[in-house]
């Protein structure tokens, strides 16, 4: 089935500075990819997603990369701010359109 | 406005004592999802209704079922809770099955504790 592997599983940024995480999957058919934000105690919120048509789309300080080939993708975030201080999680929308998610990461933003 | 509801937001049960969880939504979404989610880990999904038809993930425990009574409303019944089944259990729907078309919402989750 399909597996999805993140990293780092925690990830401490200084204010102002970029965060990237990174993502793979197995499932060579997956075409779509979105990214979750889940803040502490609360519900995850998709921020970002991208098609497997598509290398790479932006969204004000977000970004996330797509690599088909190497089955890889990524989210990065700019300018980092303490609001940014959650758990990520990437997930791939495998061939049976099941959403498989990453194990997740904590960002946290030091001021 | 919240869009995906889930009652009580904090459950605590005993050992072996059946539960139940609880979600609603005002989207009139045709797909209901269920995900178990333990501390630090990723959410894992139980199984999901599209309209009326239920669909079980395989490696999802008996001990696990689920209703549908109308679009509204969908269930988790924890039929034996064990020590193992603490974990928050959220709810998500989506218009359609296909994720690539159609944004998954999540409920706020019910934490379960058992004691």
């Known amino acids: 089935g399909e597996n999805v592997e993140q990293h780092p599983s925690t990830l401490s940024v200084q204010e102002g500075d970029s965060a990237v995480i990174k993502c793979t999957y197995s499932d060579s058919a997956s075409n779509y990819f979105p990214w979750y934000k889940q803040e502490l105690g609360k519900r995850p919120q998709l921020i970002i997603d991208?098609?497997?048509?598509?290398g790479e789309k932006k969204d004000q300080r977000i970004a996330v990369t797509l690599n088909k080939t190497a089955k890889h993708f990524s989210l990065h975030i700019t300018e980092t701010q303490p609001e940014d201080s959650a758990v990520y999680f990437c997930a791939a929308k495998n061939s049976a359109s099941k959403i498989i998610f990453g194990s997740g990461t904590r960002l946290s933003i030091r001021p | 406005d919240a869009m995906v509801i889930q009652n009580p937001r904090y459950q605590v049960t005993q050992f072996g004592k059946p539960v139940t969880l609880s979600c609603s939504q005002t989207?009139?979404?045709?797909?209901m999802y269920w995900y178990q989610q333990k501390s630090s880990q990723a959410p894992k999904l139980l199984f999901h209704y599209y309209d009326k038809d239920f669909n079980n993930e395989a490696d999802t425990p008996d001990n696990f079922q689920s209703r549908r009574p109308n679009t509204s409303f969908c269930f988790l019944d924890i039929r034996s809770p064990g020590l193992g089944d603490a974990a928050m259990y959220l709810c998500?729907?989506?218009?359609?099955?296909?994720?690539?078309?159609?944004?998954?919402?999540f409920g706020a989750g019910t934490r379960l504790s058992v004691l």
């Open positions: 989207l009139n979404h045709n797909v």
């Open positions: 991208i098609r497997s048509n598509v």
């Open positions: 998500a729907t989506s218009r359609d099955q296909d994720l690539a078309k159609n944004i998954q919402y």
